[in-house]
């Protein structure tokens, strides 16, 4: 478990999810320069951005994530909560 800094800079189409409703891959960049994947990431996340519980592409996050240990990627990661902190949002 970690609480990680991540600028969001990929985001996949939804994909139906019984638990989830529609889920979301999403990968971004730590500040050490290496690649994250976050999944699963329920599609609310990214549309709930005036409730400023979502996030949209280059934006800066704090998410607590652990390894995903049934996935053979070192980049991926699962949130261990949905409590995202949106730091900053870059305008491009």
């Known amino acids: 478990m970690a609480l990680k800094?991540?600028?969001i800079t990929v985001t996949t189409y939804p994909l139906p999810s019984r638990s989830y409703d529609e889920l979301v891959c999403t990968a971004?960049?730590?500040e050490d320069g290496s690649w994250i994947r976050i999944y699963p990431v329920p599609l609310?996340?990214?549309?709930?951005l005036k409730e400023?519980?979502?996030?949209?592409?280059?934006?800066w996050?704090?998410?607590d994530v652990?390894?995903?240990?049934d996935d053979f990627r070192?980049?991926?990661y699962s949130p261990?909560?949905?409590k995202i902190k949106i730091l900053d949002t870059l305008v491009y």
Request: a positive charge; proline letters at 3%; glycine letters at 10%.
């Open 28 to 30: 971004g960049i730590l």
């Open 74 to 76: 070192p980049e991926s």
């Open 66 to 69: 652990k390894e995903r240990g």
């Open 44 to 48: 609310s996340f990214l549309k709930d």
């Open 5 to 7: 800094k991540i600028l």
């Open 80 to 82: 261990n909560n949905y």
């Open 61 to 63: 996050i704090e998410l």
């Open 52 to 59: 400023d519980t979502g996030f949209k592409k280059y934006t």
